[in-house]
């Protein structure tokens, strides 16, 4: 998919957890705004694609919430998806699943996690047929909060959401497999401290990524 296939007035909404919230701010709704949008990769690529000559109209929302796991996006999908009527989708969503779980006994086991994915891909294209979708990889580094037992869990969330990408023909983000590649450069530290939230770098990382994903 490149830009200039995204209808005019496009609404492009970024869903997930914190990694998307970044520090949004939830009392300015609106598209646009920069407070709204956070300070992560969501908000970077929003001023790259509206930086593109076929941007005229485009809307960018970012609903994300800070500890949201798949269950909590499922529960309010109609009110912070749906009724935004949105052209594109993209969904970053896991970390908490697996994490949440270890700590807290309230996490989403990966067979769940992915019948409950695909209910909700399944939701949006009955309500908006024609909507892109695009789905990033749950990710975590080493060294930090997320412990290194935790991996293989959310590497199978991960192909998971790979699959499920393939079935709903969305675009793929592979987060996991860009952070693992960027660690030949840059130390785990200085692309997530606590290994989950990225730094400024880790959040222009995945912008890049992202947009190398969906507009190639």
Not at 64 to 74: A, E, K, M, P, Q
Not at 105 to 126: C, F, I, K, P, S
Request: hydrophobic residues 45%.
């Amino acid at each position: 998919m490149t830009s200039s296939q995204l209808p005019i007035a496009a609404v492009v909404l970024f869903q997930g957890d914190s990694i998307t919230d970044c520090l949004r701010d939830r009392m300015r709704p609106g598209p646009n705004d920069p407070a709204a949008l956070g300070a992560g990769y969501a908000g970077r690529v929003a001023g790259d694609l509206l930086a593109h000559p076929a941007a005229g109209g485009w809307k960018f929302y970012n609903r994300g919430i800070s500890g949201d796991r798949i269950v909590d996006l499922r529960g309010r999908w109609r009110r912070d998806a749906l009724a935004l009527l949105p052209d594109l989708v993209s969904i970053l969503v896991g970390v908490n699943d697996t994490w949440h779980e270890h700590l807290f006994g309230n996490g989403v086991g990966v067979e769940r996690y992915a019948e409950l994915y695909r209910m909700l891909l399944t939701d949006t294209r009955a309500a908006r047929p024609h909507c892109r979708l695009v789905l990033g990889e749950p990710f975590a580094l080493p060294g930090g909060d997320f412990q290194a037992g935790w991996m293989p869990e959310l590497r199978a969330r991960g192909a998971a959401v790979r699959q499920i990408a393939q079935e709903f023909g969305a675009a793929f983000v592979p987060y996991q497999a860009m952070f693992d590649a960027a660690q030949q450069q840059y130390t785990a530290a200085e692309l997530a401290a606590d290994g989950v939230h990225p730094s400024p770098l880790g959040h222009r990382l995945m912008a890049q990524a992202w947009l190398a994903a969906v507009l190639p």
